[in-house]
Each structure stands twice: as C-alpha cells, then as structure tokens.
C-alpha cells in the first residue's frame, strides 16, 4: 500500500534535490522546504509545483491575502468540485461498468464502445483538471497562487500543442529533469526522437507500474516524434495557404483528438487484453449481436430494463457532447477568472468572473450540486499514480 500522492511529493523533492546537485540557489529552511513538500492544496492530485515558485510565496504570503483573492478562491474552488463531482463523476458511469465488462472477457458494440471512452476521455479531463482548480483556489486562501495545470487541453491542433495544454506541470518536469538531461534536441534529429521517446515511456510509467502505462507513453512518444517530422517537413517544403487555412486546423484538431483518445483506451483499461477488446470493438470487430447494458446503470438511471440500452445509449450521447462542448467551446476556469497568465477576462462579459453577489449565486449553487451530487459513490482516479 503506497501513500496517496507520493508521484507528486517525490518528484517535486527530486526536482529539489537535482537543483541542489546543479548548483542552483535553492532554500535550505528546513521549515520552509517541509512546508513546500506538505503543503496540503496540491498533495494529492497536484499540480506538480517546483520549489523556486513556492517557497518565495511562504515568506510572503500574509501581505499578499485579501477579501477579494479569497472570494476568487472560494469560487475557483467551487468551479472545480462541480467539475469533478457534477460532471466527470456522472460521465464515469457510462465508463467503469463498460471497462470492466471488456477486462473480464466480454464484448460491446462499436456504439458502447464509443460511448464509453469519449466518455472516459472527458471523464479524467473534468476530473483531473477539477482537482487542480479546486487546488488553486484553496491555495488562493492563503495567498499563494499554484500554477496553471490546464489551458483547454482538447482544443489543440496537435500533439505538440497538446502537451503544452495537459498536465502542464508534469510536461515541464519532464522536459527539464529528462528530455533536456538526455541530451534534447542538441544532439541531431535521430537522438532527439529518442529522447523524446524515452521520455514519453517513463512519463507512462510515472503513472502507473503497469504494460498498459507504458504503452499509452509509447503511443505519445509515437505521435511525438510523428508531430516533429510533419514539421520539419512542413518547413523544409514551405508552408502553403492552405496549411493554415481553417480546413487545415480543422484536420490537425480531428487528428489530434482521434490520437488521444485512442490512447485512453490504454490507460483506462485495467489489462491489455482488456484494451485490445475495447480497439477492435471501436472499429466494429468481435461485436455481440446486442447492444452492451450494464445493470448498474441501469439502477442509477432508474431505467426498466425493458426499455432496452437505447434510452441510456441516448442519455450518454447528450452527456458526452455537453461535456465536450464545455471543453472545446467556453473559456477554462483560469481564463474566466482572470487567473495568473489570464488575467484578460473573455471578451464576453457575462463570463468574466467578478466579486458580486450574482457570482456569488453562482458559486453557491455549483457548491449545492456538488455536495448533492456527493451523496452518490466518487471514484477517485489517483490512487493507482
């Protein structure tokens, strides 16, 4: 049994650590660096913060607090409970009885098994990114800001974009504690896809001991190392209208989205095998005659059997497309909020966050879904990283 968080804690003690090896100037308060590796905001779920933008803001702290940083708090916090608890917690039913189904042996149509990982897609999207807001505003009470962990990862044109949206914090860690140590992209264009894939693979591993990790950073890598080629390609032949032209970002955002959540598969699937299934069931192979229904749902939706899976098929369709609307469509939490590097508002005033009681309401009533919807069981992602 492995303490909850302990990726987060000791990668940030490691990055601590390789400085320290460096020679870089780093804080030696013993008080101020426990603080850092305890502080409770971010422990479980992160983000991966690093000490040179931590500990500064400790000593700091009391003179940077205010009734308006802490209302901005309370809401960000808000905003990120209903992301995990009104959303991605309603999406994992139309996922974990569906895995589960295809890790124990069985099969599901083309349409549950679409149904199932966009679902899980949005799933760890809402619910890791709502961890992270919820982090955020929780340390905004005590007046320290954490870094931006999110930047509307599923609006990317590529996988290069992609990364530098998702899981921000672990990408920087990567890159500066083993892509740029491995050599990066000093070193010619054959090292640097090695690296880059070398990289990717325990970036996997980071999440999990598991083939199934290893294969989803493999399967970035991949894409990686393709994304750079296209580039290098791109540029060496000259870039043409049409390469920008809307079409052309239409495809790039098509490309990139089917990319990653096949790579889901992977990583939601508790076996190989299990992921396998779930593939060729994606592209109509090995199919049962009859649509997959799992009865748990079926209890939660309080649907009759009877009725058959098209009723809950069309719910999961309704609930995969808002969320992935609210994804791809409307400003994230920081920029609606005007947090750190967004500190631009929207230009659509009504999604400006402001200190006033209709934003007030707001909050409240996120918090009420929330703390209703938590009466139901929570699935808490991370205690497998």
């Given at each position: 049994?492995?303490?909850?968080?302990?990726?987060?804690?000791?990668?940030?003690?490691?990055?601590?650590?390789?400085?320290?090896?460096?020679?870089?100037?780093?804080?030696?308060?013993?008080?101020?660096?426990?603080?850092?590796?305890?502080?409770?905001?971010?422990?479980?779920?992160?983000?991966?913060?690093?000490?040179?933008?931590?500990?500064?803001?400790?000593?700091?702290?009391?003179?940077?607090?205010?009734?308006?940083?802490?209302?901005?708090?309370?809401?960000?916090?808000?905003?990120?409970?209903?992301?995990?608890?009104?959303?991605?917690?309603?999406?994992?039913?139309?996922?974990?009885?569906?895995?589960?189904?295809?890790?124990?042996?069985?099969?599901?149509?083309?349409?549950?098994?679409?149904?199932?990982?966009?679902?899980?897609?949005?799933?760890?999207?809402?619910?890791?990114?709502?961890?992270?807001?919820?982090?955020?505003?929780?340390?905004?009470?005590?007046?320290?800001?954490?870094?931006?962990?999110?930047?509307?990862?599923?609006?990317?044109?590529?996988?290069?974009?992609?990364?530098?949206?998702?899981?921000?914090?672990?990408?920087?860690?990567?890159?500066?504690?083993?892509?740029?140590?491995?050599?990066?992209?000093?070193?010619?264009?054959?090292?640097?896809?090695?690296?880059?894939?070398?990289?990717?693979?325990?970036?996997?591993?980071?999440?999990?001991?598991?083939?199934?990790?290893?294969?989803?950073?493999?399967?970035?890598?991949?894409?990686?190392?393709?994304?750079?080629?296209?580039?290098?390609?791109?540029?060496?032949?000259?870039?043409?209208?049409?390469?920008?032209?809307?079409?052309?970002?239409?495809?790039?955002?098509?490309?990139?989205?089917?990319?990653?959540?096949?790579?889901?598969?992977?990583?939601?699937?508790?076996?190989?095998?299990?992921?396998?299934?779930?593939?060729?069931?994606?592209?109509?192979?090995?199919?049962?005659?009859a649509a997959y229904v799992s009865p748990g749902i079926l209890r939660l939706m309080d649907l009759p059997v009877l009725l058959g899976a098209e009723p809950l098929f069309r719910v999961g369709l309704g609930a995969v497309g808002g969320a992935l609307a609210i994804a791809v469509l409307l400003?994230?939490?920081?920029?609606?909020?005007?947090?750190?590097?967004?500190?631009?508002?929207?230009?659509?005033?009504?999604?400006?966050?402001?200190?006033?009681?209709?934003?007030?309401?707001?909050?409240?009533?996120?918090?009420?879904?929330?703390?209703?919807?938590?009466?139901?069981?929570?699935?808490?992602?991370?205690?497998?990283?």
């Amino acid at each position: 049994m492995l303490p909850l968080g302990i990726s987060f804690f000791t990668f940030q003690q490691i990055a601590y650590l390789v400085d320290v090896m460096r020679g870089a100037r780093v804080e030696r308060d013993i008080v101020s660096y426990t603080l850092f590796v305890s502080f409770f905001p971010h422990l479980i779920a992160g983000p991966l913060v690093h000490h040179a933008e931590m500990i500064p803001q400790f000593k700091r702290a009391r003179s940077g607090r205010s009734a308006v940083l802490a209302a901005r708090g309370v809401a960000i916090f808000a905003a990120g409970l209903f992301k995990k608890v009104v959303i991605a917690d309603n999406l994992s039913q139309f996922v974990s009885p569906v895995f589960a189904h295809v890790d124990a042996g069985g099969t599901v149509t083309a349409g549950w098994a679409w149904l199932a990982t966009l679902a899980y897609t949005l799933q760890i999207y809402f619910d890791f990114s709502g961890y992270s807001d919820m982090a955020i505003g929780l340390a905004l009470l005590f007046g320290i800001r954490l870094p931006v962990n999110f930047r509307s990862p599923y609006r990317a044109t590529s996988i290069i974009a992609f990364w530098r949206r998702w899981h921000i914090t672990l990408s920087r860690f990567l890159r500066d504690y083993l892509y740029i140590p491995l050599g990066g992209n000093r070193q010619g264009s054959l090292r640097r896809y090695q690296n880059l894939l070398v990289t990717m693979l325990l970036g996997g591993l980071w999440h999990g001991a598991g083939w199934n990790f290893l294969i989803w950073g493999g399967l970035h890598g991949c894409y990686l190392i393709i994304n750079h080629i296209w580039r290098v390609a791109t540029e060496r032949f000259g870039k043409t209208a049409l390469a920008s032209s809307t079409l052309a970002h239409g495809v790039g955002w098509l490309v990139t989205f089917a990319a990653v959540v096949l790579a889901w598969v992977f990583f939601r699937a508790g076996t190989f095998i299990g992921a396998w299934r779930m593939l060729q069931a994606l592209f109509g192979r090995e199919a049962d005659s009859a649509a997959y229904v799992s009865p748990g749902i079926l209890r939660l939706m309080d649907l009759p059997v009877l009725l058959g899976a098209e009723p809950l098929f069309r719910v999961g369709l309704g609930a995969v497309g808002g969320a992935l609307a609210i994804a791809v469509l409307l400003p994230n939490v920081p920029q609606i909020f005007g947090y750190r590097e967004y500190r631009r508002a929207p230009e659509r005033a009504w999604l400006r966050w402001r200190p006033d009681p209709a934003w007030a309401l707001v909050s409240a009533v996120a918090l009420a879904l929330s703390l209703f919807g938590m009466w139901q069981r929570l699935e808490f992602l991370y205690f497998q990283f």
